[in-house]
C-alpha cells in the first residue's frame, strides 16, 4: 500500500558528497518515522539516520557530523545530504518508513525501498 523509491546513489571520491532522496507513494498517513539504513558486503544492515514526523532526529555515530537526515511532508519525501564520504561507507543504502494505524498511529510494521547503491572510492 505504501511504495519507497529511492535516487541519487552512485559512485563518489572520498571527501565527496551525495543526495539521497526518498519519495513516499500510496497511503502516506501509513507511516511516520522514515529513516534510511545501509548494508555494507559481508555486514549487516544498519540504521544510519532515522528522522520523526516532527523533525526529530537521530543517527549512527559513525555518520555524525558528516551526514544530515530531512523530510519534506508536504512532498513526502525524505532526503540524506551526506557529506565528507568515506569509503568505509560504501553499501546499498535503503529508505525505511514505519508502518503505523492510520486510526492509533501505532507502529505496526514497516516498509522498505529497493535500495540505491553508493560506493566511495579512495
Known amino acids: 500500500q505504501v511504495q519507497l523509491v529511492e535516487s541519487g546513489g552512485g559512485l563518489v571520491q572520498a571527501g565527496g558528497s551525495l543526495r539521497l532522496s526518498c519519495v513516499a507513494s500510496?497511503?502516506?498517513?501509513?507511516?511516520?518515522?522514515m529513516g534510511w539504513y545501509r548494508q555494507a558486503a559481508g555486514k549487516q544492515r544498519e540504521l544510519v539516520a532515522a528522522i520523526t514526523s516532527g523533525g526529530s532526529t537521530n543517527y549512527a555515530d559513525s555518520v555524525k557530523g558528516r551526514f544530515t537526515i530531512s523530510r519534506d511532508n508536504a512532498k513526502n519525501t525524505v532526503y540524506l545530504q551526506m557529506n565528507s564520504l568515506k569509503p568505509e561507507d560504501t553499501a546499498v543504502y535503503y529508505c525505511?518508513?514505519?508502518?503505523?494505524?492510520?486510526?492509533?498511529?501505532?507502529?505496526?510494521?514497516?516498509?522498505w525501498g529497493q535500495g540505491t547503491q553508493v560506493t566511495v572510492s579512495s
Open positions: 500510496g497511503n502516506i498517513y501509513s507511516i511516520d518515522a
Open positions: 525505511h518508513a514505519d508502518g503505523v494505524s492510520v486510526l492509533t498511529r501505532r507502529k505496526i510494521g514497516d516498509y
